[in-house]
């Protein structure tokens, strides 16, 4: 038997890509499936941004680049966030990855000793605990809880976590799975906990552009912030661009310096011709984007009117991502299913609709009472989204 590494034991996975590994097997034995399990896009990438990246290639631009990406995107970047987040980064505090995922463990590697304690959401993103915990940290979940028009921030809880070998923070604000966001008054009680016990952060900024109604908002653009942030880019989901796998990490030039360390051990440089693309998405016409935004939001809103009228199901309305994470402890009370995983298999049997569950993201904390399941909706249509959902709908009211 080949011995594997010791730390690979404590190396986490992202579990629905399981789900959906299911969903593909049972697709395959000739059911109707409706994919609400993986926030995946079908749709396609803005054409201006695909040909200013044939453009590129066709230019020769397919050679090695700069390990932290090409001068011209990180300065229009910087331009960006400055615009969005009213910072003053330069192209110096701007790195560019292989996707947004990069920047969590290249963050985690420049800041935190093994044993140092790193606060992070649970339900959340799972692969911040797994690399917390593969780089010998102590993941210490925080939670959220049920507010009045959307999950709020447990932020007593969160204070009450913090211990003298507390060092970092990971806010995933316009939240994956919840579609949370922080309040202003939330975010400035953040940024006073992170001065006071003097933390630095990662913010998860994967779903900043993915907007439907208000502005968002970010911990960095607080006073004494930026210098404490390191904010998560990702052109995936503005840019309909899961699968080109392009990214930043933004944040002090001291972590920048580390991070272009860290991508010259890890793959050299990010892709360089579709960094052209890049540009073009940042700088050209937007109406791609902006059909992109009203598209999804056309999805939340179809979903989220047939999950309420749902008896023992109750969604809440994000104004930001595109996930909803509805409470169904009622339908599975009315089922007589008390796992998860039994309510999610039952469903992808009876109705094809296939979903992920809290437990996809994160393990259960001690006194959670109230089941949920996440639903994506940035892979599938208006009417499958009706079709499934009216099965899903029948089902549960049988
Ligand atoms: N952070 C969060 C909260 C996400 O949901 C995702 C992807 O789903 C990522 C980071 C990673 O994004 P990317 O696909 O750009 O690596």
């Given at each position: 038997m080949i011995k594997i590494a010791d730390r690979i034991s404590r190396l986490g996975t992202e579990t629905a890509f399981a789900v959906s590994a299911e969903a593909a097997a049972f697709a395959a034995q000739g059911h109707k499936v409706y994919p609400?399990?993986?926030?995946?896009?079908n749709l396609p990438t803005p054409a201006n941004v695909v040909e200013a990246s044939f453009k590129a290639i066709k230019e020769g631009k397919t050679g090695y680049c700069p390990n932290v990406g090409i001068p011209q995107l990180r300065a229009v970047l910087a331009e960006d966030i400055n615009a969005s987040h009213g910072t003053r980064y330069a192209m110096e505090n701007v790195a560019i990855q292989?996707?947004?995922?990069?920047t969590i463990t290249k963050f985690i590697m420049a800041l935190m000793n093994p044993g140092d304690e790193v606060l992070y959401p649970n339900p959340g993103y799972p692969i911040y605990e797994s690399q917390i915990e593969f780089h010998g940290g102590k993941a210490v979940p925080y939670r959220y809880v049920e507010g009045t028009d959307n999950f709020a921030f447990d932020m007593a809880g969160l204070e009450k976590s913090i211990t003298p070998r507390t060092r970092l923070l990971v806010l995933n604000d316009l939240?994956?799975?919840?579609?949370a966001e922080c309040s202003p008054a939330e975010l400035e009680k953040v940024a006073e906990l992170v001065l006071r016990h003097d933390l630095y952060v990662?913010?998860?900024?994967?779903?900043?552009?993915?907007?439907?109604e208000g502005k968002s908002r970010s911990l960095a653009s607080l006073p004494g912030m930026a210098e404490r942030c390191v904010i998560l880019y990702t052109f995936s989901k503005k840019f309909a661009m899961t699968g080109w796998r392009l990214g930043a990490t933004i944040g002090p030039k001291e972590i920048i310096d580390v991070v272009a360390k860290l991508n010259v051990n890890d793959e050299s440089c990010p892709n360089h011709f579709i960094q052209y693309g890049a540009i073009e998405g940042l700088t050209g016409d937007q109406s791609e984007v902006k059909q992109i935004l009203a598209t999804l939001k056309e999805r939340r809103d179809t979903a989220v009117d047939i999950l309420n009228s749902i008896e023992g199901v109750r969604c809440f309305r994000p104004n930001?991502?595109?996930?909803l994470f509805p409470n169904v402890t009622g339908l599975m009370q009315k089922k007589g299913l008390t796992h998860y995983d039994e309510f999610r298999k039952a469903m992808l049997t009876e109705t094809g609709v296939s979903a992920c569950t809290r437990l996809h993201f994160g393990r259960a904390l001690p006194g959670e009472k109230d089941f949920y399941i996440r639903l994506a909706?940035?892979?599938?249509?208006v009417g499958e989204i009706k079709e499934g959902l009216a099965k899903f709908k029948a089902w549960a009211e049988s």
């Open positions: 609400f399990h993986l926030g995946d896009m292989p996707g947004g995922k990069p939240q994956n799975p919840m579609g990662l913010c998860d900024e994967a779903y900043f552009d993915i907007r439907y930001a991502t595109f996930y909706y940035s892979g599938i249509n």
